[in-house]
C-alpha cells in the first residue's frame, strides 16, 4: 500500500467515528428531550446506547459525560422533591401536635375553672347559715341583714319592740288607730303601714309586710332613718 493510500484510509476512519459519535450524541440528546416520541424507531435506541460501545476516544467520553449530568441532575431534583415532602409533612404533623396541645390546654383550663367554681359554691353553701323559722330565726336573719346593709341594731332592740307591737305575730294587723282609718293598717310583727313598707324595704328580702324578715328589716331601716336605730324607740313610732 502507498504512502498516500495509507494517508486516506487514516483520514477516512477518522472521519467516520468522528461522524458516528456525533449521531450518538445527537440521538441520545433527542431521546432525552420531552415530547420526543418513539417514532424516532429502533435507530435512535440503538444510537443512544452507542456510548458502551465506545470504550476510548474523545467522543464517546463526553457523550457518557453527557448521560451522567443528566442523570445526576435528576437525582438532585428527585431528593430535593422528597426532601420537600419531608419538610411538608413534618410541618404538618408538627402543628397537628400544637392544634393538640392547645385543645388539651384549654379543656383543662375549662375543667379546672369549673371545679374552683363548684368548690367556691359549696364553701359559700357551707358558710350560709341556716335560720330557724321562728321568731328567733327571723330576728337573727334580719340582723345578717342589715349587718350586709349597714343599718343599726341589736337583738335585744328588735325582740323588745316586736313584742309590744304584735306579740311575735307575723301576721297581726291594726283595724283600730288612725292608719287602719285612713285605710293603710299597721302590718306584721313591727306594724308597719304600707307606704313606710314600700319606702323602706329593703332588697333581698321578699316584698312583702307579711314576710317576718322583710316586715323586720324595712322597720329597722325605718327606725335608722327617724331615730338613728330601732334601739332607740321604746314606743309607737
Avoid: C
Avoid at 32 to 55: H, K
Avoid at 150 to 177: C, T, V
Amino acid at each position: 500500500m502507498s504512502a498516500f493510500s495509507t494517508r486516506l484510509t487514516k483520514t477516512t476512519n477518522k472521519v467516520s467515528i468522528a461522524g458516528i459519535a456525533a449521531a450518538a450524541v445527537a440521538a441520545l440528546t433527542f431521546s432525552l428531550v420531552p415530547g420526543n416520541d418513539a417514532s424516532a424507531g429502533t435507530q435512535t435506541e440503538a444510537l443512544a446506547a452507542a456510548p458502551m460501545a465506545w470504550s476510548t476516544g474523545t467522543d464517546a467520553a463526553r457523550t457518557t459525560a453527557v448521560h451522567a449530568s443528566i442523570v445526576k441532575q435528576q437525582s438532585v431534583v428527585e431528593a430535593k422533591a422528597e426532601a420537600d415532602a419531608a419538610a411538608k409533612a413534618k410541618a404538618a404533623a408538627a402543628a397537628k401536635a400544637k392544634a393538640e396541645a392547645a385543645a388539651k390546654k384549654k379543656a383543662a383550663q375549662a375543667a379546672a375553672k369549673k371545679r374552683a367554681k363548684q368548690q367556691a359554691a359549696s364553701r359559700a353553701a357551707a358558710r350560709k347559715p341556716i335560720y330557724a323559722n321562728n321568731l328567733d330565726g327571723w330576728i337573727r336573719e334580719s340582723l345578717d341583714i342589715m349587718k350586709k346593709h349597714k343599718i343599726p341594731g341589736s337583738y335585744e332592740g328588735l325582740h323588745r319592740n316586736i313584742m309590744r307591737e304584735s306579740s311575735g305575730n307575723p301576721k297581726a294587723i291594726n283595724g283600730w288607730d288612725i292608719n287602719a282609718i285612713n285605710g293603710v293598717p299597721s302590718i306584721g310583727l313591727l306594724q308597719v303601714i304600707k307606704p313606710t313598707f314600700d319606702a323602706y324595704h329593703v332588697a333581698g328580702t321578699p316584698h312583702s309586710q307579711y314576710d317576718p324578715v322583710a316586715n323586720i328589716t324595712a322597720a329597722a331601716n325605718y327606725a335608722a332613718d327617724k331615730y338613728g336605730s330601732i334601739d332607740n324607740v321604746d314606743s309607737a313610732y
